[in-house]
């Protein structure tokens, strides 16, 4: 049973390529010559070719037709005869075959595109191409999809989870000096006493950073999202607060003092 299988399979690839080389359309058979593109960067156009075959040597005009019986338009369809440069017309002179080279211009879109070979009795006269995309444009368009794809996860699942954002409205200085600090749905807020921006980037993707400078603010002092409604502050050993809380609290007043200046600051958590 076994001897069997290796003609059954190359049986059935045969079929294979038959079939999908071979298309009806309009109720006729028209097999496939290939597929085409344009030219697009450093990758080159692709043309589709064929050979009219005839059964003895003939003389005459012959024409390539789309499946409306008219003329392939030179505007839209770049046609070679036996190398050479052609419109759908062209005469045969003393010739068994005649290579024929075809492919759209760049304003044809995407699809099936059929063609007919009129004139003196050749072998085949119903033949079709695939005009596709540049393959790099293809990939292209791949690479940004998946792009977009992956941008819209981060921002709708991934950022969500992984960064958090204020869910209080402000932070008060009270002394020594005033400002009200709008800090909802931020992700940090910096005081320092330095002028800094926050990344365009960082921005976008992150979510926003809020500098508060003044120069009383010797160190730098980092306040991120806490628990609930409240905040955490990152003094890396240069700030001690009263009352002490791992999170403060909103609608409640701290101080803030400097180990090393003792500068004290009040503010309030709302």
Same mark, same amino acid.
């Given at each position: 049973?076994? +001897?069997? @299988?290796? $003609? ?10 038959? *079939? ?8 006729d ?11 697009f960067? =450093?990758? $080159? ?7 009219i075959? =005839? +059964? ?14 008219q003329? *392939?338009?030179s ?5 070679? @005869? ?5 419109g ?12 024929? /080279?075809?492919?759209? &211009? ?5 699809? +099936? ?8 009795g050749p *072998?085949?006269?119903?033949?079709? =191409?695939?005009?596709h ?13 998946a792009? &977009?794809?992956?941008?819209? @996860?981060?921002f @709708?699942l *991934?950022?969500?989870?992984?960064? /958090?954002r ?13 400002? /009200? ?8 807020l ?10 365009? =980037?960082?921005?976008i ?19 991120? $999202? ?23 609290? /909103? ?20």
């Amino acid at each position: 049973m076994k +001897k069997w @299988i290796i $003609p059954i399979i190359c049986v059935i690839c045969a079929l294979y390529l038959i *079939l999908t080389n071979i298309w009806t359309h309009n109720g006729d058979i028209y097999i496939s010559i290939g597929t085409t593109y344009n030219k697009f960067l =450093f990758i $080159p156009a692709k043309s589709a070719h064929f050979t009219i075959r =005839f +059964k003895s040597q003939y003389t005459g005009s012959l024409t390539l037709v789309d499946d409306k019986q008219q003329p *392939l338009p030179s505007s839209e369809y770049k046609i070679e @005869i036996d190398g050479m440069n052609s419109g759908p017309s062209f005469f045969v002179k003393n010739k068994k075959t005649v290579d024929v /080279s075809i492919r759209c &211009a760049a304003t044809v879109s995407a699809g +099936k595109h059929y063609v007919q070979v009129k004139g003196g009795g050749p *072998l085949i006269t119903h033949v079709y =191409f695939t005009h596709h995309l540049n393959p790099l444009i293809v990939w292209i368009l791949w690479i940004l999809t998946a792009f &977009a794809i992956i941008i819209l @996860i981060w921002f @709708i699942l *991934l950022r969500p989870m992984m960064i /958090s954002r204020f869910k209080i409205g402000r932070i008060v200085v009270t002394d020594p000096y005033f400002s /009200s600090i709008r800090i909802h749905r931020a992700r940090r807020l910096i005081f320092t006493s330095k002028q800094k921006k926050d990344n365009i =980037f960082a921005k976008i993707f992150l979510g926003r950073t809020i500098y508060s400078i003044n120069p009383v603010w010797t160190d730098d002092l980092l306040v991120i $999202p806490g628990l609930k409604k409240g905040v955490k502050a990152i003094t890396k050993g240069k700030y001690t607060i009263d009352p002490y809380a791992a999170n403060l609290q /909103s609608g409640n007043d701290y101080t803030i003092t400097h180990n090393d200046t003792n500068q004290q600051i009040k503010i309030t958590v709302n």
